[in-house]
């Protein structure tokens, strides 16, 4: 049975967050709820401005605040435009969710999946758009936060990274090196009141990315997960809400799998 719960109202209210990678998929629905828990958000997205706007205006419609902005994490100015945009806006800001990655097809039987095919440009496109975008944004909203004494970084990752069931070896290897980025982040800034986390999810019922994914496959996982369920992208959206909000104050440096238990790293 699936026991999915919806965002908790006012869990974040007047916080300010910005979700990269946000006019679609798991980005929108992080958003989405994130604003049906009370917050501001920036949606960000590179090229679908439409499926942007629609985002901002289902959140508008369901009586949050939210405004769509155009850039490429892979572009430090840029990100430090947006960022000045969320703080002329809204005076602050409080969270900030990487979640933006290149453009991916997870198909087993790609170049990409065995060491003796991938090439170094596989690795690179995924290094510069998911690590560089990563710390772009982070150096670009960190002045606010510092000067705020307040903050949370929440990086998004796969499982794959604990239990490479398929190896994507280019995508695997960028969203591992997250896992160092994180802690070296959490280290570095928790002096000042900036907390940094990465949460890691399996594959998600249902998302752009696992629309081609049979009912048997989930059926499946399901069935080799503790909690006898696969995770939804609301379920995964709420460990965001969770991570953004101040009951998870006391946690840092943690990279934590959202997967129903499916791995324990």
């Known amino acids: 049975m699936n026991q999915t719960q919806t965002a908790i109202p006012h ?34 997205y590179l090229d679908s401005k439409d499926a942007a706007e629609q985002v901002v205006a289902d959140i508008e419609q369901a009586g949050g605040q939210a405004f769509a902005y155009q850039g490429d994490v892979t572009d430090l100015a840029q990100m430090q435009a947006m960022a000045a945009e969320v703080i002329k806006r809204y005076g602050r800001i409080d969270v900030l969710v990487n979640n933006a990655l290149p453009s991916y097809q997870f198909d ?12 170094w440009t596989h690795f690179s496109q995924q290094i510069d758009g998911i690590v560089q975008g990563a710390v772009n944004t982070t150096q670009a909203v960190l002045p606010q936060m510092k000067a705020q004494q307040v903050g949370k970084i929440i990086n998004i990752s796969t499982n794959l990274v604990y239990n490479p069931v398929v190896t994507y070896y280019d995508y695997t290897t960028a969203k591992s090196a997250l896992i160092g980025l994180t802690r ?33 496959v989930f ?47």
């Not at 087993?108 to 090439?119: F, G, H, M, R």
């Not at 503790?226 to 104050?249: E, G, K």
Request: proline share 2%; with cysteine; hydrophobic share 40%.
């Open 108 to 119: 087993p039987s790609a170049d990409y999946t065995s060491i003796e095919t991938v090439k």
């Open 219 to 265: 059926d499946y996982i399901a069935t080799t997960t503790p909690l006898r369920q696969a995770t939804s992208v609301a379920d995964f959206a709420n460990s965001v809400l969770l991570m953004s909000s101040d009951l998870s104050s006391a946690i840092t440096g943690q990279s934590i799998a959202v997967d129903g238990g499916l791995t324990m790293p």
């Open 11 to 44: 869990l974040l209210t007047d916080k300010v967050a910005i979700v990269t990678g946000a006019s679609r998929g798991l980005g929108a629905q992080i958003a989405q709820q994130m604003a049906t828990a009370g917050a501001m958000v920036c949606v960000n």
């Open 184 to 216: 070296n982040l959490a280290s570095e800034l928790g002096q000042y009141g900036i907390r940094v986390n990465l949460l890691a999810g399996g594959l998600l019922k249902t998302t752009d990315a696992s629309s081609l994914t049979t009912e048997e």
